[in-house]
């Protein structure tokens, strides 16, 4: 038959952009690796030398075990495959130790773990394929939907050059997602569960997990308005779900429990000791409040408001340091960025609650989870958006609307990792990777939308043009200047500002947009 055709060669044209994708992974084998690389080496001889009761306390260097235990155990396990590449890797004092053997395992086995997120895509594909035919396969959803998930360009220069295991936690967040998406609750459940105690910055999207789960799984029927119908709670549901957070977390904590170290886990995976920044600003609120603080600075030192014999040195030329005093804004707590996350998380979960609009509700709220964490949080992460560009990309071939937030901000926020890569031999490839994603995400959404309106209007289009002078400044013409000097920060300040205010302006569409959206007759039916 037609379809069994379709279906074999949509097999055929998957196997091919994940192949593509995999050779392109083994080309970036020699390049630049960051820190994380002996991270993750010293993590393998922690848990391949000592035993359980030390994991959380070994300090030799000073890139201590900080994941939760499941990632821990993941360690040991491919602790016992490096052994055959080149056992000194393995030495707990080997600092810094890279030899040949080292750098080809350990990108290896970021390539190779990567098959889950590879089966994941492949999922997430078939939960997109339902929704409109094409009939050229260039311009078929799932096809687009791979090549964004497969080809992103963020996961590709984080785990594959800067190097980190992104690519097989982002899987399992996706298989959970298309798990949900197929009404396959318990099985979603799980994984998100395993998924929380492989890596904890997943917490962010945990209450739209939750809620969902409530409002689908644990209520079973609705209203005839699409409200709840509260006597269709089902108790059987709730035991299922608790059971399995429960399982999950004893088989993860249950040892650490036993040991009584239970605390000391705790204290390593939340080191509240960290500044408000991470050492280069992710774009989000606080760079540009810090941006604020800084121009105030200036202000008032020039219009005599400040004296200057009370601001602290390092406040103006540091910049980027770890500790960031502000001098007029007040500072910022741990406590108060919890609250402002707290509270711009609040309508989203709200919405999926009041107007539950079956999967894509819960993707709306999962992004916006992602995106409001990552606006307000303490000591976030640039990497972190990639939190919200991959699950927005499953939102992006289905609306128009979503393509062009999704395009504003996948823009901006893989701009804003550049600098995460600052090594000459790496600018042509990040530009190069850069470019020829994004030129393939603005034309690919472009044709399967072009009945519609346009994606976006000349506001936006100017602003995403003009990072092409941004970029030029920042790595050809600051240089040369004898500002470099005096104020090196002010390449990674511009950077992270300009994006700041892509990311911004995105997630603020995007609430717009889940907020004002009406519930169509149909779903309430449903």
């Known amino acids: ?34 820190t994380d690389f002996e991270v993750h080496r010293n993590w393998l001889a922690i848990t391949h030398n000592l035993p359980l009761s030390q ?65 994941a895509v492949r999922e997430c594909c078939r939960y997109v394929n339902g929704k409109r035919a094409a009939k050229d396969i260039l311009e078929k959803p799932t096809f687009i939907l791979a090549v964004l998930l497969l080809w992103n360009f963020g996961l590709l220069i984080v785990d594959h050059i800067h190097f980190q295991y992104n690519g097989f936690l982002f899987g399992l967040m996706l298989l959970s997602v298309a798990r949900l998406c197929q009404k396959r609750y318990l099985e979603g459940a799980l994984l998100f569960a395993v998924l929380l105690h492989f890596k904890h910055i997943y917490m962010y999207v945990a209450p739209a997990y939750g809620i969902y789960l409530l409002r689908s799984y644990c209520f079973t029927a609705n209203n005839a308005d699409g409200s709840l119908k509260w006597r269709s709670f089902s108790l059987l549901h709730v035991t299922l779900l608790g059971l399995i957070v429960c399982l999950v977390s004893a088989l993860s904590l249950g040892p650490f429990i036993v040991l009584g170290q239970l605390p000391q886990v705790i204290s390593r995976l939340f080191p509240f000791k960290r500044g408000l920044c991470h050492a280069y600003w992710a774009p989000n609120f606080w760079a540009l409040y810090n941006a604020m603080d800084k121009a105030l600075t200036i202000f008032g030192l020039k219009c005599n408001f400040l004296d200057p014999t009370k601001i602290p040195k390092a406040s103006m030329t540091g910049g980027l340091v770890q500790e960031f005093q502000h001098t007029v804004l007040p500072s910022v707590t741990p406590l108060a960025t919890l609250i402002c996350t707290f509270v711009s998380i609040l309508p989203s979960v709200f919405c999926l609650w009041f107007k539950p609009q079956g999967p894509r509700g819960f993707l709306q709220c999962l992004v916006l989870c992602a995106l409001s964490s990552f606006m307000f949080g303490w000591h976030v992460h640039e990497k972190a958006i990639l939190l919200a560009i991959l699950p927005l990309s499953l939102l992006s071939v289905q609306r128009a609307k979503d393509a062009g937030i999704y395009l504003i901000l996948t823009t901006t926020g893989h701009f804003s990792l550049f600098p995460l890569l600052f090594t000459s031999p790496e600018l042509p490839i990040k530009i190069l990777l850069m470019l020829l994603f994004t030129v393939y995400s603005f034309s690919s959404l472009k044709s399967l939308f072009r009945r519609e309106r346009p994606l976006l209007n000349w506001l ?67």
Not at 2 to 8: E, I, K, T
Not at 58 to 72: C, G, I, K, R, V
Not at 90 to 112: A, G, K, M
């Open 1 to 34: 038959s037609a379809r069994s055709v379709m279906a074999a060669g949509g097999r055929s044209w998957f196997r091919a952009l994940a192949l593509g994708v995999s050779f392109l992974k083994c080309l970036l084998i020699p390049a630049y690796y960051s």
């Open 460 to 526: 936006e289009t100017i602003y995403l043009v003009q990072l092409v002078p941004l970029e030029i400044f920042c790595e050809m013409i600051f240089p040369l200047t004898p500002w470099k000097q005096h104020f090196p920060f002010v390449p990674l300040l511009l950077t992270s500002v300009y994006c700041a205010l892509g990311v911004t302006y995105a997630w603020l569409k995007l609430y717009a947009s889940v907020l004002t959206e009406r519930i169509s007759v149909r779903q309430k039916a449903e």
């Open 55 to 119: 994991w959380y306390y070994e300090a030799t260097s000073e890139w201590t075990l900080d994941y939760p235990p499941f990632f821990a155990w993941f360690e040991y396990a491919l602790s016992h495959v490096a052994k055959y590449f080149d056992p000194k890797m393995l030495v707990i004092e080997n600092l810094n130790y890279t030899s040949r053997p080292t750098i080809f395992f350990q990108r290896f086995s970021v390539i190779f773990t990567d098959i889950l997120f590879i089966y």
